[in-house]
C-alpha cells in the first residue's frame, strides 16, 4: 500500500498561499478586542516562562556565591561532646593539623580555630564578647575580608604576640568609640593591640565561630591564656570543589587513625547545603514552569472556545468560500493560521517583556547595596522554549475548531443565518 502524499501536500500548498494568511488576518483584525483578549492568556504564559527560569538561574548563582563566600571548597570538622566520657587526648591537636596537611593529598591549606567568651567595656556596660584563637591560614580559607590593617604574620603566630583583629560592629561600639588601629583594648585580664578591622565576606549570623562582635588573636596566646592546647574546628580547603568529597573522607581517616574509633569526629563540607540548595531551586523552578504551563493551557482553552464561537458566527461565510470551490482543507488552514497568528503573536509580546522584566529587576536591585552583585541571566533557551511552546498550544487547541469549520456541508452553510 503506497503512503498518501496528498493529504500533507494540500496542506503544504494551502498554507503557502497568501489568501489563506489575508482572510486569517483580516478575521482578526476585524475582531480585534476578542482576539487581544484571548491572547492576553498566552502572553502571560510566555512571559512567565521565561522570567521563571531567570530567576531560577539568578538564584542559583547568588546560592553558590553566598556559600562560595563562607570559605571556598572547605571542609570543617570537630569533636563529637556528649554522651560519653570525654579526654583531651581525643580532641584535633595541632600534630593532627600538620597530619593532615602533610596527608591529605588534595588539601591546600589547613587552620583551626579555638573560641571562648570574655567582656570588654563598651558603652559604659560589659559587653559579651568570642575571642577565637586561630592559625595563620585561617583568613584565607574563611575569605575574611580585612577593612583596614591587616592579618596576623608568621612571627606573631609563633611568639603569641598580644594583638588583635576586630569586626566592624566591635570597632564602631567600644571604647574609645571607633578604635583606630594601633589602639589598645582591654578585654577581660588581657590587653590587645588592635592591628586590624575584619568582617565575613558572606556573614554567617553566628553559626560558625565569629560572631556580631569578635576578635581574632593568635592560636599561640590562647594556649597560653587558657593551657588548652587543642582546636575546637579544624578546617581544610580542598584543591577544586570536585575534591571536597574526597578530602572529607582523607580528614576523617586522619583523625580516627591517630584517635582511634571510639572519639566520634563531625567531619562535613558546605556541598551538602549546596546540593540541597540546587534541589530546592530546581523543585521551585518546576512547580513555576507547571504554573506557566497551566496558564497556556487555560489560555488554549480560550483561543479553543472563542474559534468554535467564530466558527458559528462565520457558517454563513464558510459556506460561501465552498461554494466558490475552496476545499475543505483551505478552510481548515485559515482557522489554524488564525489561531496561530493569535497564540505567536501573544507569545511575542509576552516573550518582550520576559525579556525586559529581568532588566527592569537589575535596576531595582542596583537601588539595595546588599544585592549589588546579583543580576538576572537571561536564557535564551527559554525564550525558545516560550515561542515554540505557545504557538504549539494555538495550533493544538485551534485544531478542533478548524476542523469543525472544513466539515460543514456547503448547502446547510449557505442556508445558516
Same mark, same amino acid.
Not at 527592569?360 to 541571566?377: E, H, I, K, R
Given at each position: ?18 489568501e $489563506? ?8 483584525r $476585524? !475582531?480585534?478586542i ?8 498566552? &502572553? ?5 516562562i ?34 560519653? %566520657?570525654?579526654?583531651? *587526648? ?18 591546600? #591549606?589547613?587552620?583551626? &580555630?579555638?573560641?571562648?567568651?570574655? &567582656? ?17 591560614? /585561617?583568613?584565607?580559607? #574563611? !575569605? ?19 594583638v588583635?583583629?576586630i569586626t ?23 590587653s ?8 565575613e ?26 593551657? +588548652?592546647?587543642?582546636? #575546637? ?10 575534591d ?21 569526629? $563531625? ?8 546540593? *540541597?540548595?540546587?534541589?530546592?531551586s ?10 506557566? /504551563?497551566?496558564?497556556l ?17 462565520r457558517?454563513?461565510? %464558510? ?7 475552496? #476545499? ?5 488552514c485559515?482557522?489554524?493560521? +488564525? ?9 511575542l509580546?509576552?516573550v ?26 537571561l536564557?535564551?533557551?527559554s525564550? %525558545? ?27 446547510e ?5
Amino acid at each position: 500500500m503506497k503512503p498518501n502524499l496528498e493529504f500533507p501536500e494540500a496542506i503544504c500548498t494551502s498554507l503557502l498561499q497568501n489568501e $489563506t494568511w489575508s482572510l486569517a488576518w483580516e478575521a482578526i483584525r $476585524t !475582531n480585534a478586542i476578542r482576539a487581544v483578549l484571548t491572547m492576553l492568556g498566552v &502572553t502571560i504564559g510566555s512571559a512567565c516562562i521565561v522570567f521563571v527560569v531567570s530567576i531560577a538561574l539568578a538564584g542559583k548563582k547568588y546560592v553558590v556565591a553566598q556559600i562560595e563566600g563562607v570559605g571556598a571548597n572547605i571542609v570543617y570538622a570537630g569533636l563529637q561532646h556528649g554522651g560519653g %566520657i570525654e579526654s583531651p *587526648a581525643n580532641e584535633i591537636s595541632p600534630a593532627d593539623l600538620e597530619s593532615i596537611r602533610e596527608n591529605a593529598a588534595d588539601v591546600v #591549606r589547613v587552620a583551626g &580555630t579555638h573560641d571562648i567568651k570574655m &567582656t570588654i567595656a563598651a558603652e559604659g556596660e560589659d559587653l559579651p564578647v568570642n575571642v577565637v584563637g586561630v592559625t595563620e591560614e /585561617f583568613q584565607a580559607i #574563611r !575569605n575574611l575580608e580585612v577593612l583596614s590593617g591587616r592579618y596576623f604574620d608568621a612571627d606573631e603566630m609563633e611568639k603569641r604576640s598580644k594583638v588583635c583583629l576586630i569586626t566592624k560592629h566591635l570597632a564602631a561600639v567600644m571604647e574609645p568609640p571607633g578604635a583606630a588601629i594601633g589602639q589598645q583594648i582591654r578585654v577581660g585580664e588581657l590587653s590587645f593591640t588592635v592591628i586590624g578591622i575584619f568582617q565575613e565576606r558572606v556573614a554567617t549570623f553566628g553559626e560558625s565561630e565569629i560572631a556580631t562582635d569578635s576578635l581574632l588573636v593568635p592560636f599561640s596566646l590562647i594556649k597560653y591564656y587558657t593551657g +588548652e592546647d587543642y582546636f #575546637r574546628t579544624l578546617y581544610a580547603q580542598a584543591d577544586s570543589s570536585e575534591d571536597v568529597p574526597f578530602v572529607t573522607k582523607e580528614i576523617g581517616e586522619v583523625l580516627h587513625r591517630r584517635h582511634g574509633n571510639e572519639p566520634k569526629y $563531625t567531619v562535613d563540607n558546605l556541598t551538602a547545603l549546596l546540593e *540541597a540548595t540546587r534541589r530546592i531551586s530546581l523543585a521551585l523552578t518546576i512547580v513555576l514552569l507547571l504554573v506557566a /504551563f497551566v496558564v497556556l493551557i487555560v489560555s488554549g482553552i480560550g483561543i479553543m472556545n472563542i474559534m468554535l464561537v467564530t466558527v458559528t458566527e462565520r457558517t454563513h461565510e %464558510i459556506g460561501i468560500r465552498r461554494a466558490v470551490g475552496a #476545499r475543505r482543507i483551505d478552510i481548515m488552514c485559515q482557522f489554524l493560521v +488564525e489561531a496561530v497568528l493569535i497564540s505567536g503573536t501573544g507569545s511575542l509580546i509576552g516573550v518582550v517583556i520576559g525579556i525586559l522584566l529581568p532588566f527592569a529587576a537589575d535596576v531595582a536591585l542596583g537601588f539595595f547595596p546588599q544585592f549589588a552583585n546579583l543580576s538576572l541571566p537571561l536564557s535564551w533557551v527559554s525564550v %525558545i522554549v516560550a515561542l515554540f511552546v505557545s504557538c504549539f498550544t494555538g495550533l493544538i487547541f485551534g485544531y478542533l475548531p478548524a476542523s469543525r469549520a472544513a466539515n460543514l456541508h456547503p448547502s446547510e452553510s449557505l442556508r445558516y443565518e
